[in-house]
Each structure stands twice: as structure tokens, then as C-alpha cells.
């Protein structure tokens, strides 16, 4: 059911009331933050409401930035703390055409994001050390509190129990993305790169496995160029995410300066290894147990092509060890990428712990 819909179910007036204001053309990724955010809040007794003008909360939790700028300037006016949820910029449509309607909306995107930051926002919370460097890089410090708080996944669900069909007469490697397009279909063309690269190192045959929304021009490419085998599930329903990440042996994060990505967050709650080069906030997410992350071998920012071998040799270390990097996959979770320290993070900008 829509959290919006059963949002005032069980909610304890007498506790502070948080409003959620959703970010403009919000994809899967903040859908789920937001159904996460609302679950346990609720369950911790503090109410949630999604309508700005409402004026009956008390505080405002922007995720990313939003039109509804005039109601966020009377939250403002009206002494109601404003705390803005950033991820990283717009960027790759500055590097592959992608199209001048999507280039026009990332700009806008990028420019209604730092205006909240710099005008509006009375705090912010950055998803991840990298993403704070980012934006004080390109728009600068602001004068006001700020926090740095990982995304985090519910560890009972996202958990190396549970069915699975992982191959033991072959290594899969995963890739989870939302969409694999406007100039991030690069994601497939490296993961291709990496599996056959692996498939030169190691006894068993590799299958590459991706799982998200990828253009069908892609597609028909991929399989008239592929030399692996290629499973396209298309996109998978969150709920069956954990059956997806415990039937692979190791997930590729294949987004170049992701912000804080939810798939590899996931992927380690489920005890999969991760790998990936050190680009955005990877080398913060994946401890030196749970995977493999090295550098890059190029310039990332201007998508140099990366050095495929090193990742690839490191890979394989990984996958000849996979009760070590599994365990040490889920315990790196455990310890840091709780669901409850994410929550315990955003309560703390609003003084409510």
C-alpha cells in the first residue's frame, strides 16, 4: 500500500511530525527511501505527512529539490527547520549526448538542487562524504549544519538467509541498476568488458546477469557483440531483490561517481561480495573484507576508459574466497549500513533523538 495513503495510521500526535517532501521526478531509488523512512518512522511513534501546506508538522525533509518552492520559503518564514537529502549532480550529460530535452532537465535539476541548498535549506544531509566534497567543489561550502549519512537497508530483509538459485557450476556476476540509460548504458558496456575479462582468469565460465530498465537498442547491440551469456530480467520488484543478490557471486557497481548506490548496499546485506573502481563514494560503502575496489586507470570525470584488468584480476581473488568475502560482506552491513542508523542519522539533524 502507498505509505502516503497509510501514513497517519498509528501515528503519535503527541511526538514531532516530520512532512516528506518528495524530489521532482523521483525514480525507484527514492521511492524506496522514502517507503523505508516512512515504515520507521512510524514505528518509532513520529508522525509523517507529505503536504507542505498542512503547516501541522514540524519539521521538513526535502529529498534532493522540489517546485513547491514558495511552500518550502512559508515552512521557512514560519520557523519550521528545513533539512535538504542531497545525492550527487547531474553530470554524464555533459560527457554523451543523451539529447537536448535531457540535457535541459538535468541543468534545470542541477540549478532548483543548489538553489534550495544555498537559499532555502536550513541544514543538509549529504549521502555520502564524496557527495559533500562534490557540491562544495562545484557550488561551495554553505554557512549552515550539515551531516553525512549513508543510506542504509532493513538487515532482516536484505540477509544471506533465504531461497536462492546461485550456479555452483559457473560464477555469475550481477549487475542492479534502475535504469540503464541517458548516457548510463556505459554501465553495461563495462560490465561486458569485466566479465570477459574474467572469463580469461578463471576455471568456470562467467554469465553476466543485469537487472534493471536498459534501452532495447542496447539490448539487441549487447547480444550481437556479446561473447558471454546474458540474462535480462528487466526490472526486478524490490521484494525479490535479496533472492537476486544471494543467487550471484559477486555484484559489479558498475554507475561511475555514484552518490551512495542502494544496489551495493543491499548486495552486502546479502552477503554478496562487491566490485568496482574507486569512483564516487564506493571506497566508503565497500570495506576491505566485503569485495574489491581499485583505482580507476584513467580519468573517470571524463570517462577515460578504465583499466578492466586490474579489476578483473582482483575479481578473482574475490571469487575463490567466497566464504571470507561473503561473511565479511554481511558483517561490514551489520556494523554499518543499518536501516536504524540511517533513521538515527536524519532524527539527529532534526534534534528529535
Known amino acids: 500500500m502507498d505509505p502516503q495513503q497509510t501514513a497517519s495510521v498509528g501515528e503519535n500526535r503527541s511526538s514531532p511530525r516530520l512532512c516528506i517532501v518528495p524530489q521532482v521526478s523521483g525514480v525507484g531509488g527514492m521511492v524506496s527511501f522514502q517507503a523505508k523512512m516512512v515504515k520507521t518512522l512510524r514505528e518509532r511513534g513520529i508522525a509523517v505527512c507529505f503536504d507542505l501546506r498542512d503547516e501541522s508538522y514540524d519539521g521538513v525533509l526535502v529529498v534532493g529539490g522540489t517546485r513547491k518552492v514558495s511552500d518550502l520559503w512559508g515552512a521557512r518564514r514560519r520557523g519550521v527547520p528545513v533539512i535538504q ?57 554553505v554557512t549552515k549544519p550539515y551531516w553525512v ?5 532493513d538487515l532482516n530483509l536484505y540477509s544471506p538467509d533465504g531461497p536462492h ?38 576455471t568456470l565460465s562467467i554469465e553476466l546477469m543485469i537487472v534493471g530498465q536498459v534501452p ?47 544496489a551495493v548496499i543491499e548486495a552486502l546485506g546479502c552477503g554478496l561480495p562487491v566490485v568496482a573502481f574507486d569512483t564516487g563514494a564506493l571506497k566508503e560503502l565497500v570495506g576491505a573484507e566485503a569485495g574489491a575496489i581499485v583505482p580507476y586507470g584513467g580519468e573517470s570525470w571524463q570517462l577515460d576508459p578504465p ?6 584480476q582482483a575479481a578473482v581473488g574475490v571469487l575463490e574466497d567466497q566464504g571470507r568475502y561473503r561473511a565479511g560482506a554481511r558483517s561490514y552491513a551489520e556494523a554499518n549500513l543499518g536501516l536504524d542508523k540511517m533513521v538515527d542519522g536524519y532524527l539527529e539533524a532534526f534534534g528529535w533523538t
Open 216 to 262: 532495447s537498442a542496447v539490448r539487441e547491440w549487447v547480444q550481437k557483440t556479446a561473447e558471454i551469456p546474458i540474462l535480462w530480467p528487466g526490472l526486478v520488484p524490490p521484494d525479490q531483490i535479496p533472492m537476486v543478490d544471494r543467487s550471484a557471486h559477486l555484484l559489479f557497481a558498475a554507475d561511475i561517481h555514484p552518490a551512495c548506490p542502494n
Open 307 to 312: 583499466d578492466f584488468s586490474s579489476l578483473a
Open 165 to 202: 538459485d546461485r550456479p555452483d557450476d559457473r560464477y555469475r556476476l550481477l549487475v542492479v541498476e534502475g535504469r540503464l540509460g541517458g548516457g548510463y548504458e556505459l554501465g553495461v558496456e563495462h560490465a561486458i568488458s569485466l566479465a570477459a575479462q574474467l572469463a580469461k582468469r578463471t
Open 149 to 153: 549519512v549513508h543510506n542504509g537497508v
Open 85 to 141: 537529502r542531497l545525492d550527487g549532480m547531474n553530470w554524464i550529460h555533459r560527457k554523451r549526448r543523451t539529447g537536448y530535452r535531457h540535457y535541459l532537465r538535468s541543468e534545470t535539476a542541477n540549478v532548483l538542487l543548489s538553489f534550495i541548498r544555498k537559499r532555502i535549506a536550513t541544514g543538509v544531509i549529504y549521502q555520502s562524504e564524496f557527495v559533500l566534497n562534490w557540491w562544495e567543489r562545484v557550488y561551495g561550502p
